[in-house]
Every structure is written in structure tokens, then in C-alpha cells.
């Protein structure tokens, strides 16, 4: 029998039946050595490796190189062929999109993390709104250049976002109702039925009643108008039947 204590294996003495020789002891080594890691060195060649190390110093740079070397990069980009295809492309889906939506609003964002952004789309998204962060400013003010839509152009400054719908009328409610919720989102003005209007002009515009009211309320007013001449040209015919009904009625109590 063999026990193991701290990586060795300890066999019990033995004592050969067959020859005369004393009891021995034997011990086998099985630990690993740890050859992963090297042993760090000395402490005084450590600290000397550690001073020794050359401390590199890039040569500073001049603000006119930076903005030279900055220019140079945009224009660099602004000349190449494949990013202004695909900027033709989202200066065209822009423009689409002016066409084809009733409602366009501006906003401002505010610092805010990529969880709020996506949870205020959802939002947005489930009162037929969709908003739009693919569109840069530079795009907008290419897309709404020489349009009726130019007098936005002052809009788009800072991080702007933008929400559209096909339809106005409640949807610009619900807009008003989730901004009003969304501090991360500032009103800055937009488009209601081609209409360029402030964000007090948006704010008013939610506060109106639904059209079909507006319209009801309208068909009542100029059907008074009709009634009220009707019942003036019939008020001396109904006033002298009623006085000739008095007058043979007092005619008959009389006789």
C-alpha cells in the first residue's frame, strides 16, 4: 500500500521474508513542474530593465497641419466615387420621403444611449410614426435645396433626427403625447400638410379637435343659415294665420 502526502508517494517499509537485508524506504516524485511561467529575475535586474526602457516622444503637431490633414481627408472622400453613390442614394431616398409623408418633424437629440434610441423608435413606431436617424444634416439641406421646402434649412444644425407619417391628424397627437415623455427629444419645428410650421404651430396644431368634429360643427353652422332664412320668410304667413284663427275663434264665442 502507498499513501500521498505533498506530491510524493510514500511506500511502507518492507521487510524481504527471503534475505536478511534491513526494511528500506522509497519515494517517488509525482508533482509537475510549472513550466508556463518563467521565474522572474533578480530584483536589482528588474529595476534596471524597468528605468532602462526608451520613453519614445512623438513630435508634436501644429493645429494648421491638423486642419490641413482634416481638410485633405474630406476632400479625399468628397472625390471618391463610391461614397457619393451611395450618397446620391440617401439624398434620393431623402427626397422621397418629403414627397410621400404629410408629417415631418425636426428634433434635436440629446445624449442618450443606444437602448433609450431604439425604445422611443418602438414607441413611435407603434402610432404609425417612424423615425429617422440615417439622414445627416448635409443630406437634408442637399434634399430641400431649391424645394418648397427650403425655409428648413435653419432647422438642421446639431444632431437632428427626423419622424414622419403618411397621415396627419392624430398621429401628430400621439407625436406631441411621447415627446412630451421623451426628454431625450426636442420639438424643433417641421412639415403638417405642406405647411411649414414652428413647434408652437405643431403644439397648436395637437390641440385641435378631430376634423370630422371640425367638419360637423361647420355643416351645423350653414345649415342655421338656411333654417334662419326659412323661418324669416315664413313668419308674417304664420303670424296672420295665427291672428285669423284668434279672430274667428272670438268671432264664434261672440254669436
Keep these: 500500500m502507498a499513501a500521498s502526502t505533498k506530491g510524493f508517494m510514500y511506500l511502507k517499509p518492507h521487510i524481504s ?12 516524485r509525482t508533482a509537475k513542474f510549472n513550466t508556463k511561467h518563467t521565474r522572474p529575475g533578480p530584483l536589482p535586474r528588474r529595476v ?3 528605468i532602462s526602457v526608451p520613453i519614445i516622444i512623438s513630435p508634436p503637431i501644429s493645429p494648421a497641419e491638423t486642419c490641413t490633414r482634416n481638410a485633405r481627408r474630406k476632400e479625399a472622400i468628397a472625390n471618391s466615387e463610391v ?9 434620393k431616398q431623402c427626397k422621397l ?12 437629440q440629446l445624449p442618450m444611449s443606444g437602448t433609450v434610441k431604439y425604445a422611443i423608435r418602438n414607441k413611435l413606431f407603434k402610432k404609425d410614426l417612424a423615425l429617422h436617424f440615417e439622414f445627416n444634416n448635409q443630406i437634408c439641406k442637399e434634399s430641400i435645396a431649391g424645394t418648397k421646402w427650403a425655409n428648413m434649412e435653419r432647422l438642421f444644425s446639431g444632431r437632428n433626427m ?8 392624430q398621429q401628430v397627437k400621439d407625436m406631441v403625447k411621447i415627446l412630451k415623455k421623451t426628454p431625450e427629444l426636442v420639438l424643433l419645428g417641421g412639415v403638417v400638410e405642406n405647411r411649414l410650421l414652428s413647434r408652437d404651430g405643431i403644439l397648436k396644431y395637437a390641440e385641435l379637435p378631430n376634423i370630422e368634429l371640425l367638419h360637423g360643427e361647420l355643416l351645423s353652422i350653414m345649415n342655421y343659415g338656411a333654417s334662419q332664412t326659412r323661418n ?4 308674417h304667413q304664420q303670424t ?7 279672430l274667428v275663434k272670438q268671432t264664434n264665442d261672440e254669436m
Design 240 to 246: 296672420l294665420s295665427i291672428n285669423l284663427q284668434q
Design 17 to 28: 521474508h527471503l534475505s536478511p537485508r534491513a526494511p528500506f524506504l522509497q519515494f517517488v
Design 97 to 108: 420621403m418629403f414627397q410621400e409623408n404629410q408629417l415631418l418633424a425636426v428634433v434635436q
Design 83 to 91: 461614397e457619393n453613390r451611395f450618397q446620391q442614394f440617401l439624398i
Design 48 to 50: 534596471l530593465e524597468s
Design 232 to 235: 324669416l320668410l315664413g313668419h
Design 162 to 169: 427626423l419622424i414622419s407619417c403618411k397621415e396627419c391628424g
